[in-house]
Each structure stands twice: as C-alpha cells, then as structure tokens.
C-alpha cells in the first residue's frame, strides 16, 4: 500500500492562530488526497477531497474559509485550519487513494486549541 | 445518504473467533472497507470486497452479500494486540463512509 506521512503529528495552540498540516505522499504520486477529522469516540468525517492543481472539494457543513487546502504537487497536500478555536481541536487524518481505490492514511494530526 | 451500522462494542477471549457485522444503506457501492484503528493513531487498511463472497486473509476474513447490504468481519485465534476499533466503510462514487466502528476487547 502507499505510505503517507503528516506533519506535524501533534500540535497545541492559542485560541486565534492558524495552523498547518503537511500530508505526504512518498511512494505514490497522488492526484486525489483526502482529509477527514475524527473526534473523540466518533469515526472518521471527511472534511474535503484535495485535488492537485485545482479547488478542493469541500464536504456539507465544512467551510472552506476556514479549512483551506493546497495540492501544489502530486506528493503534499496541506490543510491549514484558520482562526483556531477550541471546537476545532480533533484528530487531523489525510489518506491516499491506492490500488483498487484502498485509502491509505497518514499518522494523524492532534490538534489541541487552548 | 449514507447509513452504516456496526455494533458499538464486543468483547472476547484470547484465542477465540470474534464476528463483527456491518449493514449498510448507501446511495452507491463500489467496494467494502474494513480499517482497524488503536486508540490514538490512524486506521490500517485490513480488508477490501467488491464482489459477493469471502476474502480470507491470515486470521482475517471479510465476508460481503451486497443484495442484503451485509458484510461481516471475522478474527480468529484472536491475540491480546487485536484489541482495537473496527471500521466498517463503504466506497460510492467518489468517497468513503464510515461507520462508528466496533471497539473489540480482547481479554486473556
């Protein structure tokens, strides 16, 4: 399967600041990327599909103002969560379309917002 | 919509056979996910149907009746480090839903 990494794998951070979180594809050169968030408990949500090279898709209910995705190469997407608040802390999860349409998911990112 | 359901939690003994359903209501279908996830990290891939039938694989077997909306996951000679989350997902057109999961404990 393809191997996906994230970066970085945990973060804290102060009410109102931005924060950015690489996903990497490095062994498999991936047009399409997801990015699901998982909170306590609960399964996976996917947030938005990123495309290289043009507009992310976003999923109902997830605004893209705030959760702003790039897929400037075939290897990284990022998803920077703008203006954090403490609702937004979670469990940040990307994965990798492979063989026979299997995700394959990066380490995850814990993003906690004081 | 999307509408996946799997037990919330199952217990069982080292060493003994674990049988974890998921139903499924989707507005397509074009494959059968089964993902196990530690507490604390992200989903591994473990299982993958399409077609009607069994797919064994090791001590792991994913079992697909895609006329019942069925599938099932099942774990044999089961091992202490099997305790985890069970993910249930189903491919539509373009993504995948996922269940809440089946929080498997595996007591010695």
């Known amino acids: 399967g393809a191997v996906v990494s994230q970066h970085p794998s945990r973060v804290i951070c102060k009410s109102g600041t931005s924060v950015k979180i690489e996903c990497r594809s490095l062994d498999f050169q991936a047009t399409t990327m997801f990015w699901y968030r998982q909170f306590p408990k609960q399964s996976l949500m996917l947030m938005a599909t990123?495309?290289?090279?043009?507009?992310?898709?976003?999923e109902q209910g997830v605004e893209k103002d705030k959760f702003l995705i790039n897929h400037a190469s075939l290897t990284l997407s990022t998803l920077t969560v703008t203006s954090a608040h403490p609702e937004d802390s979670s469990f940040y999860i990307c994965?990798?379309?492979?063989?026979?349409?299997?995700?394959?998911f990066g380490p995850g990112t814990r993003l906690l917002v004081l | 919509g999307q509408n996946i359901d799997q037990p919330t939690e199952m217990t069982a003994t080292e060493g003994a056979i674990v049988q974890i359903n998921c139903t499924y209501q989707?507005?397509?279908?074009?494959?059968l996910f089964w993902y196990q996830q530690h507490a604390g990290e992200a989903p591994t891939f473990l299982s993958y149907n399409v077609l009607d039938g069994l797919e064994e694989k090791g001590r792991f077997s994913s079992f697909l009746s895609r006329s019942k909306g069925y599938s099932y996951l099942l774990l044999k000679e089961l091992q202490m480090k099997d305790s985890a989350s069970y993910l249930c997902?189903?491919?539509?057109?373009?993504?995948?839903?996922f269940g809440a999961g089946t929080t498997v404990t595996v007591r010695a």
């Open positions: 989707t507005s397509g279908f074009n494959g």
């Open positions: 990123s495309n290289e090279g043009s507009k992310a898709t976003y």
């Open positions: 994965s990798v379309s492979g063989l026979q349409e299997t995700q394959y």
């Open positions: 997902a189903v491919r539509d057109d373009y993504k995948l839903s």
